[in-house]
Nanobody, 118 residues
Framework: QVQLVESGGGLVQAGGSLRLSCTAS????????MGWYRQVPGKPREVVAT???????YLSDFAEGRFTIFRDNDKNAVYLQMNRLKIEDTGVYYC????????????WGQGTQVTVSS
């Protein structure tokens, strides 16, 4: 079974930064899709950012200009750099990977809590 292990969440003051990391238990290829989703209080789970082959990196409107998604295939990892965090960014952040192999199977991390305080 493929496992995605997330780290980097925590408590940060508004205006601060966090870097989330997600490492897969098996090889990540350039053709595999990766991304981050989040669930904030009162809202359904939503996409934050994705890296999908054939497309430019995608950032949600709330993330544009503040967040950056990048990957390191040699480390089987994807990262989310979050800057100028806002209180409304508080929520659980989930790593997502869709493998080209495994029949295009999708996998999710268990989530990491991000709490932004004033």
């Amino acid at each position: 079974q493929v496992q995605l292990v997330e780290s980097g969440g925590g408590l940060v003051q508004a205006g601060g930064s966090l870097r989330l990391s997600c490492t897969a238990s098996e090889l990540i290829l350039a053709s595999d899709a990766m991304g981050w989703y989040r669930q904030v209080p009162g809202k359904p789970r939503e996409v934050v950012a994705t890296l999908i082959t054939g497309y430019p990196p995608y950032l949600s409107d709330f993330a544009e200009g503040r967040f950056t998604i990048f990957r390191d295939n040699d480390k089987n990892a994807v990262y989310l750099q979050m800057n100028r965090l806002k209180i409304e960014d508080t929520g659980v952040y989930y790593c997502w990977v869709r493998f080209r192999r495994h029949g295009g199977s999708e996998y999710w991390g268990q989530g990491t809590q991000v709490t932004v305080s004033s």
